[in-house]
T-cell receptor
Framework: GENVEQHPSTLSVQEGDSAVIKCTYS??????FPWYKQELGKGPQLIID?????GEKKDQRIAVTLNKTAKHFSLHITETQPEDSAVYFC???????FGTGTSLTVIP | AAGVIQSPRHLIKEKRETATLKCYPI?????VYWYQQGPGQDPQFLIS???????DKGSIPDRFSAQQFSDYHSELNMSSLELGDSALYFC?????????????FGNGTRLTVT
């Protein structure tokens, strides 16, 4: 089956700094790579996604990069704010499989 | 915009009891998914339905069953509940193939089995 590894599991940054979360996957057939943000008591919410025919996508302070050869994709958050604090999940292989999550804390 | 509605938000059951969780997808979404999330864990895919037919099956125990009705709402039926079934259960919906479409999650049902 698919193996989606996500690192780091926890990440603390100072407000205004950047945060980077990385996921690797094993199924070369995966071609859709979303990132979800989950706040306490809520369901995961899509923040950005990328398809395999694109190497990078940006939406304001959030960007995702994809390296299909190396089978990894990364979430980049710049100018972090306290409201970015949450758990972030990547997903691959038809979203059957989620990464193990990264708990991001932005320190004011 | 309308979101995915799940009910109830919280449910407490005893071992060996049954539970039914309900999900109302976003209007016009044709696919419904169920996920189970344990404390501090990632969502685990259970089962999905496309146009009222089961489309994919994940790690759903045989004690659980689900269906999607003519109005597209879905129900997850859980029988012979065990302590280990305590978790957050999320429903999600999408329009189109999950290999190309984001999932829209509800806020979940927290099931506690005592």
């Amino acid at each position: 089956g698919e193996n989606v590894e996500q690192h780091p599991s926890t990440l603390s940054v100072q407000e205004g700094d950047s945060a980077v979360i990385k996921c690797t996957y094993s199924d070369s057939a995966s071609n859709y790579f979303p990132w979800y943000k989950q706040e306490l008591g809520k369901g995961p919410q899509l923040i950005i996604d990328i398809r395999s025919n694109v190497g990078e996508k940006k939406d304001q302070r959030i960007a995702v990069t994809l390296n299909k050869t190396a089978k990894h994709f990364s979430l980049h958050i710049t100018e972090t704010q306290p409201e970015d604090s949450a758990v972030y999940f990547c997903a691959a292989r038809n979203q059957f499989y989620f990464g193990t999550g990264t708990s991001l804390t932005v320190i004011p | 915009a309308a979101g995915v509605i799940q009910s109830p938000r919280h449910l407490i059951k005893e071992k060996r009891e049954t539970a039914t969780l309900k999900c109302y997808p976003i209007p016009r979404h044709d696919t419904v998914y169920w996920y189970q999330q344990g404390p501090g864990q990632d969502p685990q895919f259970l089962i999905s339905f496309y146009e009222k037919m089961q489309s994919d099956k994940g790690s759903i125990p045989d004690r659980f069953s689900a269906q999607q009705f003519s109005d597209y709402h879905s129900e997850l039926n859980m029988s012979s509940l065990e302590l280990g079934d305590s978790a957050l259960y999320f429903c999600a919906s999408s329009l189109g193939d999950r290999d190309n479409s984001p999932l829209h999650f509800g806020n979940g049902t927290r099931l506690t089995v005592t």
